[in-house]
């Protein structure tokens, strides 16, 4: 983990962490990881190493690459995202793994955390939830956002 | 078992039994007159025996008076006399109705007569004075002659008693015999109906139980479908719409975020992006919503609505389709219309899954106060099995034929498959008649923009039901 973490670099407008922060997305749908990759790309020293668009593919980018974080949706052929996040923390425990998906159900949440997932977060909020969340992460803190939730 | 075909039995079965009814009272009646004709028979015959009784117990008297001279024994014979002569009476109206019999007791009545005077003769005689033997002797054997006439008579009188009492004993039983006939008849006929009714109801019950179990069947079918219908609709709705709407506003957050600190390229990239997904979401939307009802049904009618869902079928599913929709057809009322469309998608639906068609053509004619709707295949047919249950039992294809056939059925039409190995043809025959009074309003209901607000358009979430006609509730 500490390798990944390049030291500093130069710090962008107001947001964002100075740790290089390698990440993976894992979607089915391109437009959703183009707009994921404008989003993660704001902060200059994060960096999306890999996209996948079912969760076997994520798997083996995930296995492969080692990512600092993956980005998961729930909803993908072939492999879905809790089963994808179970298999991750197996083949690359080092992984955090952050929900995103527009499933907005606290029970969905509920199984997100069960399944070992480090953070939630709701996709019609990613504009302003996925950097927090990433930064969260990459300070090995949880985040389950309430924003967007159903109770 | 039809309503008719019972009242048909239950008519012939009263009918029957009064028929029935009239014929053992009949029989009865005359076993009754038979059985009167008999104990008069035996009443004649006793009234015969008396006469001769009575006969000889006068002539006995008489004797008895001329050898005793006793007074009592002439009182006897004059008793006797007149019992005779009552007798006699009685007998003749009792054979009134037989003239054989009336000949018969007028020559007994006047052997009766002669006898009567010669005894009288000789009661005189004694009474007179001595007796004269000759003279007595004389009448005595007069007496005797007649007597024995008299006798001869009264036994054939009594042979043809007896001759009538046979003959009658003989219609008599007969008529038993007849009564006992018509009752086992009846008891046999009114088994034969009670069985006959007892299969109807048998058959009846069947046919119910098998109408219940098509309905809950079919109502499950409907259910069924409705959530697959749902589970699509979630389903396009989630990945056209949701995920590119999702991917806008990560988008746009980006150009909010980074304000006026982003790369001229950058944003340019970022705002194309995003307007080609708005653009996309707008499409798809305007497509899901047309597919699940046409605006173009309602506001330009079903030859409109008919040709663009047939466009956008064959860029689908790649299966050519001709349109021929006669052009004197203009509208038909709103729910003609509704239903010849859904016909058209249900049958191009079921050609582009399973028949493996490559040419489709699709008719709408008018014949006389008839619109003929027909949809004919080049594909491998449906199979004979379930063709078959679908036309006995109305079971054993999917929903779609059936829920199809409840339309049509629902306007008194007509709804025919014919399939063979090298195609299908489907017929809807709906009666023609002109718009009812109550048009659509399109322009209105198309520039007033909000869905709620307006009746001609269907909100959301019954819109999800719109596919299946059969939807209960």
Known sequence: MMAHRRGLASPPQGIGSFLTLRILLVDDFPAVRQGLKHLVEMNEAWEVVAEAGDGQEGLQEAERLQPDVAVVDIGMPRMNGLE????????????????????????????????????????????????????????????FSSKGIDD | MSERQSWIIFVSGIVILILLGAGTAAVTSRYAASEDR???????????VRVRASLFTADSARLAFLLTGDEARLQQYRAELSEL??????????????????????????????????????????????????????????????????????????????????????????????????????????????????????????????????????????????????????????????????????????????GDNIAPEKRAALLTDS????????????????????????????????????DGFTVRSKISVALEISSDMGRLPRKTELVLFRALQECLTNIHKHSGSTRVIVKLEKRGSFVDFSVQDNGRGIPASVLSEFQTTGGGSGIGLMGLRERVNDLNG???????????????????????????????????????????????SSLMKAPVALSPG
């Open chain 1, 84 to 143: 994808l996040t179970r298999a991750i923390q197996k083949s690359a425990p080092k992984t955090k793994v952050l929900i995103l998906t527009e499933q907005n159900s606290q029970h969905m949440m509920q199984e997100a955390r069960n399944a070992g997932a480090d953070g939630y977060v709701i996709k019609s909020h990613a504009g302003s939830e996925l950097l927090p969340a990433l930064e969260a992460l990459s300070e090995e803190r949880p985040f």
């Open chain 2, 38 to 48: 008999v104990a008069h028979t035996h009443q004649v015959e006793t009234l015969i």
């Open chain 2, 85 to 258: 002569t009552r007798h006699l009476g009685n007998l003749k109206s009792l054979t009134a109705d037989n003239p054989s019999q009336q000949e018969r007791i007028a020559a007994l009545s006047l052997l009766v007569e002669e006898d009567r005077s010669l005894m009288e003769r000789s009661v005189a005689l004694k009474q007179s004075g001595p007796a004269d033997e000759t003279k007595q002797k004389d009448i005595e054997q007069q007496c005797h002659g007649i007597l024995t006439r008299a006798v001869t008579l009264l036994g054939s009188m009594s042979e043809e008693e007896a001759r009538l009492m046979n003959l009658r004993v003989g219609t008599s039983t007969a008529s038993y015999r007849n009564i006992l006939r018509v009752l086992v008849l009846a008891g046999l006929i009114v088994l034969i109906f009670l069985g006959l009714l007892f299969r109807m109801l048998l058959k009846q019950l069947s046919v119910r139980k098998q109408a219940e179990a098509a309905v809950r069947q079919l109502s499950l079918r409907i259910l069924q479908l409705r959530d697959a219908e749902q589970r699509k609709l979630a389903r396009e709705l989630h990945d056209s719409l949701g995920q590119a709407l999702a991917a806008v506003s990560m988008n746009l957050s980006v150009l909010k975020e980074k």
């Open chain 2, 275 to 310: 307007l080609q997904l708005v653009q996309q979401s707008s499409s798809e939307t305007r497509t899901i919503s047309h597919l699940l009802h046409p605006p173009l049904l309602d506001e330009a009618g079903f030859d409109s609505a008919a040709r663009w869902y047939v």
């Open chain 2, 414 to 460: 007509e709804f025919k498959v014919e399939s063979n190995a090298s195609g299908t043809q489907i017929h809807v025959i709906l009666p023609f008649t002109e718009p009812g009074t109550s048009p659509s309003q399109p322009e209105q209901s198309r520039h007033t923009g909000s869905s709620a607000a307006s009746p001609e358009k269907t909100p959301p």
